[in-house]
T-cell receptor, first 116, second 113 residues
């Protein structure tokens, strides 16, 4: 059974700092990994999707890496801003014989606070 | 539409009552997924559809929960005889294919009293 763990559970940083959020998964047979942010009382906003064959994806100040063999992904946020404050979740979908059923297994999330 | 729409935003039901939640996927997306979020960040997959067909129902509780996606109608998730433990936020997501990015709706908060 796939299990996803995110470290740290919470992080508080001053504005402008670069930071790294970690995600690990127990079963390396994944199809893809997706990073989301969730603002309080809101839905999930997709940030980045990395396919299992990829090593990293970038979008603006965000960079996500994937090391499938070691079961790890990191989300790097450059020059953090107060507007980045949110809960960040990673989720994996499993590889079922070269395809995916799309079912996502989520980590518990990292609560990020960026203070001015 | 351009976004996944979910209604209602909030739903309050007494224990034993029925609850019905709705989801309209992004236009052109063939796949719909339902997730339950309890205790803040604990997400549980419930069921997925490919158009109107059940695609994966491995997370669906055997009793009391049912779901449908009918042509030209919003998808629905129904809970018969709600229990206190059903209190959660229910999210719907849609995607072009199971291996593609999933886009989430704003969720429906169900409170069972």
């Amino acid at each position: 059974k796939q299990e996803v763990t995110q470290i740290p559970a919470a992080l508080s940083v001053p504005e402008g700092e670069n930071l790294v959020l970690n995600c690990s998964f127990t079963d390396s047979a994944i199809y893809n990994l997706q990073w989301f942010r969730q603002d309080p009382g809101k839905g999930l906003t997709s940030l980045l999707l990395i396919q299992s064959s990829q090593r990293e994806q970038t979008s603006g100040r965000l960079n996500a890496s994937l090391d499938k063999s070691s079961g790890r992904s990191t989300l790097y946020i450059a020059a953090s801003q107060p507007g980045d404050s949110a809960t960040y979740l990673c989720a994996v979908s499993s590889n079922a014989g070269g395809t995916s059923y799309g079912k996502l297994t989520f980590g518990q999330g990292t609560i990020l606070t960026v203070h001015p | 539409g351009e976004e996944v729409a979910q209604t209602p935003k909030h739903l309050v039901r007494g224990e034993g009552q029925k609850a019905k939640l709705y989801c309209a996927p992004i236009k052109g997306h063939s796949y719909v997924f339902w997730y339950q979020q309890v205790l803040k960040n604990e997400f549980k997959f419930l069921i997925s559809f490919q158009n109107e067909n059940v695609f994966d129902e491995t997370g669906m509780p055997k009793e009391r929960f049912s779901a449908k996606c009918l042509p030209n109608s919003p998808c629905s998730l129904e809970i018969q005889a709600t229990k206190l433990e059903d209190s959660a936020v229910y999210f719907c997501a849609s995607s072009l294919s199971p291996g593609n990015e999933q886009y989430f709706g704003p969720g429906t908060r169900l409170t069972v009293t």
